[in-house]
C-alpha cells in the first residue's frame, strides 16, 4: 500500500518558521511536491525535488522563503518554510509522480498550516 504521511504543520506567527515532512513508503518516486490550497482557492503548486539529481523549482510566491529537500534513505521530502507570512496559511499537501506518470499520482491527506498576524 502506498502512503505519504505529512507532518510538521501548525500555527505560528508571522515571520515564524515551520519544518514539513512527507514520508512516503510502498514505493519510490521519480519526484515529490508540495501544494497548498488556502479556503476558497484552488489547489497550488509550491515546490517540488526530483528524487534523483535533487533538482528543484519552486513557485514565485516561496522562492527565497521555502526550501524542499530530501532523504533518500528515509525516503522522506521536507518543505522548510522561513518569514511566513499570513498568505501561507493553507493546507498543505505532499504529493509523489511515478516514473511514467506526467502527473503527480499519489496525494497524501494535508497538513493545516496557519500563520497569525
Known amino acids: 500500500q502506498v502512503q505519504l504521511v505529512e507532518s510538521g504543520g501548525g500555527l505560528v506567527q508571522a515571520g515564524g518558521s515551520l519544518r514539513l515532512s512527507c514520508a512516503a513508503s510502498?514505493?519510490?518516486?521519480?519526484?515529490m511536491g508540495w501544494f497548498r490550497q488556502a479556503p476558497g482557492k484552488e489547489r497550488e503548486f509550491v515546490a517540488s525535488i526530483r528524487w534523483g539529481n535533487g533538482n528543484t523549482r519552486y513557485a514565485d510566491s516561496v522562492k527565497d522563503r521555502f526550501t524542499i529537500s530530501r532523504d533518500n534513505a528515509k525516503n522522506t521530502a521536507y518543505l522548510q518554510m522561513n518569514s511566513l507570512n499570513p498568505e501561507d496559511t493553507a493546507v498543505y499537501y505532499c504529493?509523489?509522480?511515478?516514473?511514467?506518470?506526467?502527473?503527480?499520482?499519489?496525494w497524501g491527506q494535508g497538513t493545516q498550516v496557519t500563520v497569525s498576524s
Open positions: 510502498g514505493r519510490t518516486f521519480n519526484a
Open positions: 504529493a509523489g509522480r511515478t516514473v511514467a506518470a506526467v502527473i503527480y499520482n499519489y
